[in-house]
T-cell receptor, first 116, second 117 residues
Framework: KAGVTQTPRYLIKTRGQQVTLSCSPI?????VSWYQQTPGQGLQFLFE???????NKGNFPGRFSGRQFSNSRSEMNVSTLELGDSALYLC???????????????FGEGSRLTVL | DQQVKQNSPSLSVQEGRISILNCDYT??????FLWYKKYPAEGPTFLIS?????DKNEDGRFTVFLNKSAKHLSLHIVPSQPGDSAVYFC????????????????FGTGTRLQVTL
């Protein structure tokens, strides 16, 4: 069974540009969440999509947005990039609607964004 | 405001000994707790979890203890093995009353465990 796939794995952008990251969840998983990992802050929740609707949202500015398609694939977009946006962006998928359960959140390997 | 805190950024333990990783939380609405393990260049992988109605959960070499009154949980690894060397993240979730789901995880900043020979 294929895992969560994220593309691209690495990318470099400059300040002011925008970026789109893609995530393909595990087949059959309808929930997709995005997290930002930075050295000082750990993993921080960006947002979650379920059945093409944003269901949960973290405390990030409006420059961070996302969407989910009918096949459950998801994209996140960051506009007007800032140096502080440099991070590992992790996507996670989940089969059912939510926890609790035995750790149903499956993570991809992440997209590492560097903003120069 | 860090609602889940892992105050030890790193921990070094000899092979065969016990590793104890600690986690504190401040949000009393959290009712489910998880530990994830992360190797470099990989996404986090689920290790073990515990519901707030329990105080202990065991899975092989891994045991998680929850002290609700102290808002503290710990992960014990016995015996520690070199392959356990990784970053360990504590995470917590709370029921979202609007959506009826608990799918948002709040993570700690991680503890890097090094198991030495």
């Amino acid at each position: 069974k294929a895992g969560v796939t994220q593309t691209p794995r690495y990318l470099i952008k400059t300040r002011g540009q925008q970026v789109t990251l893609s995530c393909s969840p595990i087949s059959g998983h309808r929930s997709v969440s995005w997290y930002q990992q930075t050295p000082g802050q750990g993993l921080q929740f960006l947002f979650e999509y379920f059945s093409e609707t944003q269901r949960n949202k973290g405390n990030f500015p409006g420059r961070f947005s996302g969407r989910q398609f009918s096949n459950s694939r998801s994209e996140m977009n960051v506009s007007t990039l800032e140096l502080g946006d440099s991070a590992l962006y992790l996507c996670a998928s989940m089969k059912r609607g939510g926890l609790p359960s035995t750790g149903e959140l499956f993570f991809g390997e992440g997209s590492r964004l560097t903003v120069l | 405001d860090q609602q889940v805190k892992q105050n030890s950024p790193s921990l070094s333990v000899q092979e065969g000994r016990i590793s104890i990783l600690n986690c504190d939380y401040t949000n009393s609405m959290f009712d489910y707790f998880l530990w994830y393990k992360k190797y470099p260049a990989e996404g986090p992988t689920f290790l073990i979890s515990i519901s707030s109605i329990k105080d202990k959960n065991e899975d092989g070499r891994f045991t998680v203890f929850l002290n609700k009154s102290a808002k503290h949980l710990s992960l014990h690894i016995v015996p520690s093995q070199p392959g356990d060397s990784a970053v360990y993240f504590c995470a917590a979730s709370a029921l979202n009353l609007n959506t009826g789901t608990a799918s948002k995880l709040t993570f700690g900043t991680g503890t890097r465990l090094q198991v030495t020979l």
